[in-house]
């Protein structure tokens, strides 16, 4: 069992920087993949980026490509999403996922453990 917490949500103006950060608790961190998600108001949740358990492997949907980076503390049980040149349509509720596969995954149904989500609002 994997509990998952996010935080480093909050407001920010368009062009502007946000870290989030996603705590698991269980053993066996590096053994999972790991993932953001988001979803909107009205919209259906959305694949941001994933990691495999190593780091080496990063796949990111193509809006965010070059301007979010996800990476991974296996020594703190921690997955990361830096957040760059946001813009307003950046704007939803953020989630951390994990997988027990080892490597990455980009659809939610692959995903075994969610966290609460945060929530990530940019002001144009």
């Known amino acids: 069992q994997v509990q998952l917490v996010e935080s480093g949500g909050g407001l920010v103006q368009a062009g502007g920087s946000l870290r989030l950060s996603c705590a698991a608790s269980?053993?066996?961190?590096?053994?999972?993949?790991m993932g953001w998600f988001r979803q909107a108001p009205g919209k259906e949740r959305e694949f941001v980026a994933s990691?495999?358990?190593?780091?080496?492997?990063?796949p990111y949907a193509v809006s965010v490509k070059d301007r979010f980076t996800i990476s991974r503390d296996n020594a703190k049980n921690t997955v990361y999403l830096q957040m760059n040149s946001l813009k307003a349509d950046d704007t939803a509720v953020y989630y951390c996922?994990?997988?027990?596969?080892?490597?990455?995954?980009?659809?939610?149904?692959?995903?075994?453990?969610w966290g609460q989500g945060t929530q990530v609002t940019v002001s144009s």
């Open positions: 990691i495999n358990w190593s780091g080496e492997i990063r």
């Open positions: 996922a994990a997988t027990q596969s080892s490597g990455y995954a980009t659809r939610h149904f692959q995903y075994d453990y």
């Open positions: 269980g053993r066996n961190f590096s053994r999972y993949g």
